[in-house]
T-cell receptor, first 110, second 114 residues
Framework: DQQVKQNSPSLSVQEGRISILNCDYTNSMFDYFLWYKKYPAEGPTFLISISSIKDKNEDGRFTVFLNKSAKHLSLHIVPSQPGDSAVYFCAASGSHDMRFGAGTRLTVKP | NAGVTQTPKFQVLKTGQSMTLQCAQDMNHEYMSWYRQDPGMGLRLIHYSVGAGITDQGEVPNGYNVSRSTTEDFPLRLLSAAPSQTSVYFC?????????????FGSGTRLTVV
């Protein structure tokens, strides 16, 4: 069963605008949530994380929001840049492992 | 600064063959994991290890074995390759559970089973 779901396979935004990537989870025992970015032919790279006791974490252009009651998190990228074009994975951490969503391909158009 | 090194980068196997995917990290990380990436499925956990001598199964462990005799190395063995194991395999490591700084991933091994 997929405990972490990214329902949008792709997203296209204009350079300078906001990108919003969404993720839902089913397991209320997850205690940390993370976002990774992946370029073709490379491994994923860590972007930002948030503890389940917080509802927002910000790092430069990247902000992650967590809504525990809805079991939903989102990643906001503002302003979006062409170099942000990549596949973004959300992940949730359980006791000793990390579960990933299927990914959302973000395209930022100049 | 090597990070996580995976070898080989590409491999073609015939059904029934066995092989070992190598993973080594030089960051003294306790946690190591193996994931496979398939279209539409994202990254699925195969096996993980919380330290030398300790391994456990993830979501999709069938057909794979692991061992962790040293902190640095975490090889993944395919016992009898099947076409369903055609995938991109990623090894990852982290200092703790990867909560604050995430996992460090290798660049992947693309495996095709014919």
């Amino acid at each position: 069963d997929q405990q972490v779901k990214q329902n949008s396979p792709s997203l296209s935004v204009q350079e300078g605008r906001i990108s919003i990537l969404n993720c839902d989870y089913t397991n209320s025992m997850f205690d940390y949530f993370l976002w990774y970015k992946k370029y073709p032919a490379e491994g994923p790279t860590f972007l930002i994380s948030i503890s389940s006791i917080k509802d927002k974490n910000e790092d430069g252009r990247f902000t992650v929001f967590l809504n525990k009651s809805a079991k939903h998190l989102s990643l906001h990228i503002v302003p979006s840049q062409p170099g942000d074009s990549a596949v973004y994975f959300c992940a949730a951490s359980g006791s000793h492992d990390m579960r990933f969503g299927a990914g959302t391909r973000l395209t930022v158009k100049p | 600064n090597a990070g996580v090194t995976q070898t080989p980068k590409f491999q073609v196997l015939k059904t029934g063959q066995s092989m070992t995917l190598q993973c080594a990290q030089d960051m003294n990380h306790e946690y190591m994991s193996w994931y496979r990436q398939d279209p539409g499925m994202g990254l699925r956990l195969i096996h993980y290890s919380v330290g030398a001598g300790i391994t456990d199964q993830g979501e999709v462990p069938n057909g794979y074995n692991v061992s962790r005799s040293t902190t640095e190395d975490f090889p993944l063995r395919l016992l009898s390759a099947a076409p369903s194991q055609t995938s991109v395999y990623f090894c990852a490591s982290s200092y703790d559970r990867g909560l604050i700084y995430g996992y460090t991933f290798g660049s992947g091994t693309r495996l095709t089973v014919v």
